[in-house]
């Protein structure tokens, strides 16, 4: 974090909030505290002329009401979504994009039809290998305009989860989490989760649209293609301990035994493990892990219990997941700031 970020930054920082990290008590993130991240401006949506067209490659195209779509069989799925740029903050050299230090992250129940369902309704004609996500929001990037679309292999989807949620912990889509529609796919990052959904279109190339093929890539330079961002790497995060002071955030504990809890998810697999430090890296030793209660696609809670002894400290945690991956120390730098998983590090002092 050497170089300042510029009010241009800041502007972004102020539309797109982050979790406050205090917020990883709840379980589920009460709505208003999930983090946001929103490339253009929040699309105004009629639910009453709203449709969602299911076309392209399919037998049967489909033009459906939100009533459409209430009225069918629903799935709630607890998931914990995060932004592929989470960490952008501390990578060097400075990357500018939207300025995240750690905390783009939420965990959320999400009602709606499993994407699987409604495509096995519209039936995948052969030949079609993705399915393109249009959203309703409309900008420019990279001086292209565009409205927001990703897709996704057709394989995968099938094979998943994903879910068209028009609820989120028990309530209608707010206007910013993307109302009346949107996709949610479990374990991999937020940006494959289209809001303010209006068009599915089956397609036989892979599509090569603005957030596909420029956006969401780790690329070392800016003319080769590089490989596609995909599901979320293994993180853990902590509560930071004790009290902060106002501006700087810095973190004041009472001498004694200090519980330090936290959250770790994983996309690629689950959780096995959180090691916390309270020597920088040094050394480390295991927390104890809480019970996958909000089932495989939610973080799981950790804690430890650490002696706090008066003087400066620095806590670090580190998770590894079910594949073998486990987060560095240090971040990774690549062109977009993508996939930076590397350990928290939170500095205290402790008190007598
Ligand atoms: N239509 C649309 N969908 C979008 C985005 C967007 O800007 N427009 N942002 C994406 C990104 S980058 C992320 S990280 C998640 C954030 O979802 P949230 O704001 O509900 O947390 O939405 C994704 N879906
Ligand atoms: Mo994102």
């Known amino acids: 974090m050497s170089e300042l970020i510029s009010v241009e930054e800041l502007q972004l920082a102020a539309r797109n909030h982050a979790l406050p990290l205090e917020a990883l008590r709840w379980n589920v993130t009460p709505i208003g505290l999930h983090y946001l991240l929103i490339h253009y401006d929040i699309p105004e949506v009629d639910p009453i002329a709203w449709r969602l067209e299911v076309g392209g490659l399919v037998e049967r195209s489909l033009s459906l009401s939100l009533d459409d779509l209430r009225t069918r069989a629903s799935v709630e799925l607890a998931v ?7 960490g952008r903050v501390h990578v060097e050299p400075h990357v500018v994009s939207q300025p995240w230090l750690l905390e783009a992250v939420g965990t959320a129940r999400w009602r709606g039809v499993r994407v699987a369902e409604l495509l096995a309704e519209a039936g995948v004609s052969n030949g079609a290998s ?10 420019v990037e990279g001086g292209e305009e565009q409205f927001y679309e990703r897709s996704l292999p057709v394989k995968v989807l099938l094979g998943s989860d994903a879910v068209l949620a028009y609820e989120v912990n028990g309530v209608p889509l707010p206007p910013q989490h993307g109302f009346p529609l949107r ?14 959904l209006a068009r599915i279109m089956l397609v036989a190339e892979p599509f090569a649209g603005y957030q596909m093929r420029h956006s969401y890539r780790v690329r070392y330079e800016e003319d080769e293609p590089g490989e596609p961002v995909t599901t979320i790497a293994p993180r853990s995060l902590m509560i ?26 994983s996309g690629a697999a ?12 040094a050394t480390w030793a295991a927390a104890e892990l809480g019970d996958p209660g909000l089932g495989r696609w939610a973080w799981r809670s950790w804690r ?5 002894e008066p003087g400066e400290h620095q806590l670090c945690c580190r998770a590894r997941d079910a594949a073998g991956n486990e987060q560095p120390l240090e971040p990774a730098w690549n062109l977009g700031g993508y996939v930076n998983n590397a350990v928290q590090r939170v500095t205290v002092t402790v008190i007598d």
């Open 304 to 308: 430890f219990t650490w002696a706090a």
């Open 240 to 265: 930071p301990p004790g009290i902060p002071e106002f501006t700087s955030r810095a973190r004041v504990v009472e001498a004694g035994q200090c519980v330090v809890e936290g959250r770790a998810w």
């Open 270 to 281: 689950e959780i096995v493990a959180v090691d916390v430090s309270a020597d920088g890296g």
């Open 183 to 196: 996709l949610v796919v479990p374990g991999w990052y937020g940006m494959t989760s289209v809001k303010w």
């Open 80 to 86: 914990t979504m995060e932004c592929a740029g989470n």
């Open 130 to 139: 993705e399915a393109v996500f249009s959203g309703l929001d409309r900008g």
